[in-house]
């Protein structure tokens, strides 16, 4: 079965200082892989969106950036935190227009930038 | 646009008493709906989804929900609410088979009292 591993599961940060969380997919080949950002418990916003091993699609400007070195790993980055940063950073993944449409979501990483 | 909606920001209801959870969309063509559960800081969990078919899916933990074409709406409902089933939902729709991206809901936070 498939299973999505997500990286440190909390993080507090000062303002200015990188960022790296870290995603791992398991159990599947060539995933569609997504980053979304869960401001005050309710909304979710799409940060990035990959199709394969270095695609990577921006849904919005922002400070953060996301790379896929492997098939199944997907990175959100950050050079310099803002405290507008911190939230709950979810990532997720899909079959590639498969049988399975529904994406299936890692357990989070509660970012705060202090 | 395309879009979805949850009126609702929040529902209670008795434990015992049957509970609905509204969504309409927005879409051009034939869209894929989702519905998926948040419990505090975890992921989203898949409950069901529409692709084609019965307009009544049945999903996890006993929540069904039913496709309204006319009416642009994919209302989740359960017949008998648990204290357990209070979460965030939230309703999803993929626009097309051409994208594998989902249009999120704002969600609603279901409560249910004993």
């Known amino acids: 079965s498939q299973t999505i591993h997500q990286w440190p599961a909390t993080l507090v940060q000062p303002v200015g200082s990188p960022l790296s969380l870290e995603c791992t997919v398991e159990?599947?080949?060539?995933?569609?892989l997504y980053w979304y950002r869960q401001a005050a418990g309710r909304g979710l916003q799409l940060l990035f969106y990959?199709?394969?091993?270095?695609?990577i699609s921006s849904e919005v400007p922002q400070n953060l950036s996301a790379s896929r070195p492997q098939d199944r790993q997907f990175i959100l980055s950050s050079k310099k935190l803002l405290l507008s940063d911190s939230g709950f950073y979810l990532c997720?993944?899909?079959?590639?227009?498969?049988?399975?449409?529904?994406?299936?979501f890692g357990p989070g990483t509660r970012l705060t930038v202090l | 646009a395309q879009s979805v909606a949850q009126p609702e920001d929040q529902v209670n209801v008795a434990e015992g008493n049957p509970l609905t959870v509204k969504c309409t969309y927005s879409?051009?063509?034939?869209?894929?709906l989702f519905w998926y559960v948040q419990y505090p800081n975890r992921g989203l969990q898949f409950l069901l989804k529409?692709?084609?078919?019965?307009?009544l899916v049945k999903g996890s933990y006993g929540f069904e929900a039913e496709f309204n074409k006319s009416q642009t709406s994919f209302h989740l409902k359960k017949p008998s609410a648990l204290v357990s089933d209070s979460a965030l939902y939230f309703c999803?729709?993929?626009?097309?088979?051409?994208?594998?991206?989902?249009?999120f809901g704002t969600g609603t936070r279901l409560q249910v009292f004993p």
């Open positions: 529409y692709i084609t078919g019965d307009n």
């Open positions: 159990g599947t080949s060539n995933p569609n």
């Open positions: 879409v051009s063509g034939n869209p894929y």
């Open positions: 997720a993944w899909s079959e590639i227009s498969g049988k399975y449409n529904e994406q299936f």
């Open positions: 999803a729709v993929r626009p097309s088979y051409n994208t594998d991206k989902l249009i």
């Open positions: 990959s199709v394969g091993i270095g695609q």
